[in-house]
């Protein structure tokens, strides 16, 4: 009988974490391209509504300045090269396109009161709608939804379309310190120390909003028990587990000959 092989030692095993990176311009250019990324799979996945949706990225070293979409342009044809670097004022500083300033006056009060977000996404997708017109949180009903179990908020504000500083820093207030907030009657809204955990945070939260709404239309979901909730969000709510969850969709989105690096 042959001799079972040796188990190749774990630190000779691949295993992606987020980069480091060397200079600011390095991880500005990382950013942008992370960027163009995940609104170009938000485009294909049909999370933009005409010219609504926006995601917001830091500057690595310019003060109060953030990358984003530029105003009408879709999603899913989107490059790094396309993006606009806005001041905290909405006024575009670089770029060629104008910004969404509705959607920035929100963006940008997001990211004034939580310096820790690398990333905001706000986007209008089906399921995340329907369950803000619920006016509804995400129930602790799966393993998935768990991630948010006491990290998310309810915003019943303003449903209208403004550029008002105030909204904003409503909106702002709501999330506080979690993850996400429930817009009610716009859709949902993440943040994440990465783009990459932002991004997987907003698919993930309209995956749960799509079990929910299929359960409850089913019959009465039942919900995980609060400690066990608690441990689940312990060990799948965190930036890190979700920027390790966004790599596969991030790879498959890239054509094999132009993959870019993790």
């Known amino acids: 009988m042959t001799d079972a092989p040796s188990p190749i030692a774990v630190d000779q095993l691949q295993f992606a974490l987020p980069p480091v990176h060397e200079s600011p311009g390095a991880e500005r250019a990382y950013r942008k391209d992370r960027l163009a990324g995940v609104l170009r799979i938000f485009g294909r996945l049909g999370y933009e509504e005409g010219v609504s949706g926006q995601i917001t990225a830091r500057d690595p070293e310019l003060a109060d300045c953030l990358w984003t979409n530029p105003f009408g342009l879709p999603f899913a044809r989107l490059t790094a090269a396309d993006l606009v670097l806005v001041n905290e004022h909405g006024q575009v500083v670089e770029g060629r396109h104008r910004v969404n300033q509705a959607a920035f006056a929100v963006h940008a009060q997001v990211h004034r009161a939580r310096p820790d977000a690398v990333a905001v996404v706000h986007t209008h997708p089906p399921y995340g709608r329907a369950l803000a017109a619920l006016g509804e949180p995400v129930e602790p009903i799966t393993q998935e939804a768990c991630a948010f179990y006491q990290d998310h908020a ?58 929910q709404l299929t359960a409850r239309a089913a019959g009465e979901p039942i919900q995980i028990e609060h400690r066990d909730a608690i441990a689940i969000r312990e060990q799948l709510g965190t930036d890190l587990v979700a920027w390790i969850s966004f790599q596969p969709l991030w790879r498959q989105s890239q054509p094999p000959e132009h993959e870019s690096p993790l």
């Open 154 to 211: 309810l915003h019943s504000g303003c449903a209208g379309v403004a550029v008002d500083p105030d909204q904003g820093r409503r909106v702002a207030a709501a999330l506080g310190p979690r993850k996400a907030v429930v817009l009610r009657h716009r859709g949902l809204l993440t943040v994440g120390g990465s783009i990459d955990a932002a991004a997987w945070w907003f698919l993930s939260m309209e995956r749960c909003a799509r079990v």
